[in-house]
T-cell receptor, first 113, second 113 residues
Framework: AQSVTQPDIHITVSEGASLELRCNYS??????LFWYVQSPGQGLQLLLK??????LVQGIKGFEAEFKRSQSSFNLRKPSVHWSDAAEYFC???????????FGTGTRLLVSP | DVKVTQSSRYLVKRTGEKVFLECVQD?????MFWYRQDPGLGLRLIYF???????EKGDIPEGYSVSREKKERFSLILESASTNQTSMYLC????????????FGQGTRLTVV
């Protein structure tokens, strides 16, 4: 069965510093991978997605993620964090559109001045 | 602009009440999902539907049922609400094609007293 692990429950980063959020997945075939962001009291917004091809994918708001098959990872990165990036971030794995998405437990990002 | 709309942002219900959470999508998606979100547990799938009148249990279906009479609408039903069903409920839809993500509603925060 597919699963996602986000090992960091909370991360605090200074504004302007770089960010990396970790995501490890378990999936029996070629995975479709997603990062979503959730601002307080809101639904989930897609940041980026990986289906195939280039393993470094660019998303909205300056985020990028790298798919590493050998490590079963799909870590999210941003070179310079802004205060408005404070939110909860979810990694998800799934197959084609026939299938459900399985989510990790989320990482809450706090941005300090 | 794609849209998934949940009928209520906030609901307060009494223990034992029958509760309906409604979700409508305007993207003609075949798949629709109900997730429950709790701190530290991430998003857990309650039920999903891959076609009208078709449904499958997710990871935590106990105490819930669903209804999908029309393609655009997916309802979550709490037959007899209990306090442990106090949570954030998120509806999502996804097309049954390759290379596609799920789109989420804004969420319904349900409090059972």
């Amino acid at each position: 069965a597919q699963s996602v692990t986000q090992p960091d429950i909370h991360i605090t980063v200074s504004e302007g510093a770089s960010l990396e959020l970790r995501c490890n997945y378990s999936y029996g075939a070629t995975p479709y991978l997603f990062w979503y962001v959730q601002s307080p009291g809101q639904g989930l917004q897609l940041l980026l997605k990986y289906f195939s091809g280039d393993t470094l994918v660019q998303g909205i708001k300056g985020f990028e993620a790298e798919f590493k098959r050998s490590q079963s990872s799909f870590n999210l990165r941003k070179p310079s964090v802004h205060w408005s990036d404070a939110a909860e971030y979810f990694c998800a794995v799934g197959g084609t559109g026939f299938q459900k998405l399985v989510f990790g437990t989320g990482t809450r990002l706090l941005v300090s001045p | 602009d794609v849209k998934v709309t949940q009928s209520s942002r906030y609901l307060v219900k009494r223990t034992g009440e029958k509760v309906f959470l409604e979700c409508v999508q305007d993207m003609d998606h075949e798949n629709m999902f109900w997730y429950r979100q709790d701190p530290g547990l991430g998003l857990r799938l309650i039920y999903f539907s891959y076609d009208v009148k078709m449904k499958e249990k997710g990871d935590i279906p106990e105490g819930y049922s669903v209804s999908r009479e029309k393609k655009e609408r997916f309802s979550l039903i709490l037959e007899s609400a209990s306090t442990n069903q106090t949570s954030m409920y998120l509806c999502a839809s996804r097309a049954r094609v390759r290379n596609t993500e799920a789109f989420f509603g804004q969420g319904t925060r349900l409090t059972v007293v």
